[in-house]
């Protein structure tokens, strides 16, 4: 019988979900479920607000920043990001600094921590090289699988033997296969009841009721605040219409823009709300949980 590896993450409660983390966002991202990356974190002063995020009791999970750091690589050599990613980690220029602020961060703040998710560059057998490495030092990430690259076989290998796993490969792919992506881990997800699914880069949705992720994550929040175009509202997580032409922000002017902030941060965090009480709120009508909750928490006992 295969041993699963706890992953690690003193805050991480596995009867909390469904947890939809807000990323990106700076000052403006005040949890209570806040999605961090290494990269976003390299200085004291950003340092520092990872500690105040962590005294206020928000749960937060530190991304490695590989992806921003294959993108900036890509960027500057003319190479395609599955290309990119595809190249060993001595190749990427900046990931020894990279790892290196990860191994601090991990080290440092690993028991306040939600979780900490894996250095995934290169191949499957760089990163099981990079996971092996960190676990020689007494960290424990939580690792990624790429449906569309890494095969299932991957997929059975990382769920047998570890209670929490990330799924990638979501933000960039079209609507029909972020919904063919997430039916299939429903239906898998079955076979390791222990198992606990990130979906990284996927906004919480009207999909997250039937085909529901444990959680996810996404920085869609801020785009309001990056392109300056009206809010999108929801209702039961699915999109519904765009607020009027006057919540959005005067350029230039700084008071209009926090407002904006404001409004896009208070909607994200509602719309992580919207989505915990539906999917219990469906469990209280239907008389028992979702399946894959069941199982788990079967488990657990």
């Not at 921590?113 to 057998?125: F, N, P, T």
């Not at 059975?156 to 929490?164: G, P, V, Y």
């Given at each position: 019988m295969t041993t699963v590896l706890p992953t690690a993450g003193g805050t991480f409660d596995p009867h909390e979900g469904p947890i939809y983390f807000t990323a990106g966002g700076g000052e403006y991202n005040a949890g209570p479920y806040v999605l961090t990356a290494v990269n976003e974190l390299m200085g004291d002063a950003e340092e520092q607000r990872l500690r105040g995020l962590l005294d206020a009791g928000n749960r937060v999970l530190l991304d490695s920043g590989i992806f921003w750091l294959t993108n900036r690589h890509r960027r500057a050599h003319g190479v395609s990001m599955d290309e990119a990613l595809a190249l060993p980690p001595e190749s990427i220029d900046g990931f020894e600094e990279l790892r290196d602020r990860y191994v601090y961060l991990a080290r440092t703040y690993g028991d306040w921590?939600?979780?900490?998710?894996?250095?995934?560059?290169?191949?499957?057998?760089h990163k099981r090289a990079q996971r092996a490495s960190l676990q020689d030092m007494g960290l424990s990430p939580i690792p990624v699988y790429h449906p569309l690259v890494d095969g299932w076989d991957y997929f059975?290998?990382?769920?047998?033997?570890?209670?929490?796993i990330c799924v990638g490969n979501v933000v960039q792919a079209s609507a029909p296969v972020r919904l063919r992506i997430l039916h299939t881990l429903w239906e898998r997800r079955r076979s390791y009841p222990h198992l606990w699914i990130h979906a990284l880069g996927l906004t919480a949705n009207e999909w997250c009721l039937p085909l529901a992720p444990d959680s996810c994550d996404s920085s869609s929040w801020l785009a309001p605040l990056r392109w300056n175009h009206q809010r999108i509202e929801t209702a039961l997580l699915r999109r519904v219409g765009n607020l009027p032409a006057g919540f959005r922000y005067a350029p230039g002017d700084t008071a209009s823009y926090e407002a904006a902030a404001r409004i896009c941060a208070d909607a994200a965090t509602a719309l992580g709300r919207c989505w915990h009480h539906a999917a219990h709120r469906i469990e209280e009508l239907t008389g028992s949980p979702t399946p894959a909750r069941l199982d788990r928490e079967e488990t657990l006992r």
């Open positions: 921590l939600w979780g900490y998710i894996e250095l995934d560059q290169g191949g499957l057998v059975d290998e990382l769920a047998s033997q570890h209670d929490r």
